[in-house]
């Protein structure tokens, strides 16, 4: 199973400002097969990214996502209030399918 | 609409069954895969089972294997979750997620979740 450790836990950042989110598997994943969700309590969850760097239908080019092989990066280039969430990673790969234990984007 | 609704969650003793129910509007449901995640109280998401659109293929994580079963009803347009032998482990938030398409396990669009608990 493909582990994925998702850095920092929590990341303290005021309106305006640009967020990295870091998310590195224990081997090897597909840029296919790797996407980001955002949380927001109350809400459904929603896909961000997928295939690696692709943004899913409605979200907003402040969104971006990038790397390969066992580094990937989620950077919100100016946060929104509405941005204040957590955020996870995921990849699926030979009929299994992990997420990241997911990064929370705090107000500071 | 485009909706996934979930219902069937409550409190059952270890050892007990529960079958979770997810009710899709707004979209041709047989012609996407769905999966299972869940989320215990104050943690992570995990992955727990999907369905082809068609039904005749199910993957299962290995925490699941022999104690859950997924399945599906296109004529209904509602999938499932049958889940024997609860484990305390097994509380969550149970989600229903379908499948953005064939062959790729990203998830477009996700229900809000059903809540169980396993406790005596």
């Known amino acids: 199973e493909i582990v994925l450790t998702q850095s920092p836990g929590t990341l303290s950042l005021s309106p305006g400002e640009r967020a990295t989110l870091s998310c590195r598997a224990s081997?090897?994943?597909?840029?296919?097969?790797l996407a980001w969700y955002q949380q927001k309590p109350g809400q459904a969850h929603r896909l961000l990214i997928y295939g690696a760097s692709s943004r899913a239908t409605g979200i907003p080019d402040r969104f971006s996502g990038s790397g390969s092989g066992t580094d990937f990066t989620l950077t919100i280039s100016r946060l929104e209030p509405e941005d204040f969430a957590v955020y996870y990673c995921?990849?699926?790969?030979?009929?299994?399918?992990?997420f990241g234990g997911g990064t929370k984007v705090e107000i500071k | 609409e485009v909706q996934l609704l979930e219902s069937g969650g409550g409190l059952v003793q270890p050892g007990g069954s529960l079958r979770l129910s997810c009710a899709v509007s707004g979209f041709t449901f047989s012609s996407y895969g769905m999966s299972w995640v869940r989320q215990a109280p104050g943690k992570g998401l995990e992955w727990v089972s999907a369905i082809s659109g068609s039904g005749d293929r199910t993957y299962k994580a290995d925490s699941v294997k022999g104690r859950f079963t997924i399945s599906r009803d296109n004529s209904k347009n509602t999938l499932y979750l049958q889940m024997n032998s609860l484990r305390a482990e097994d509380t969550a938030v149970y989600h229903c997620?379908?499948?953005?398409?064939?062959?790729?396990?990203?998830?477009?669009?996700w229900g809000r979740g059903t809540l169980v608990t396993v406790s005596s």
């Open positions: 995921q990849q699926f790969g030979s009929s299994a399918l992990t």
């Open positions: 081997q090897s994943v597909s840029s296919t097969n």
């Open positions: 997620a379908k499948h953005i398409a064939v062959g790729r396990w990203h998830f477009d669009l």
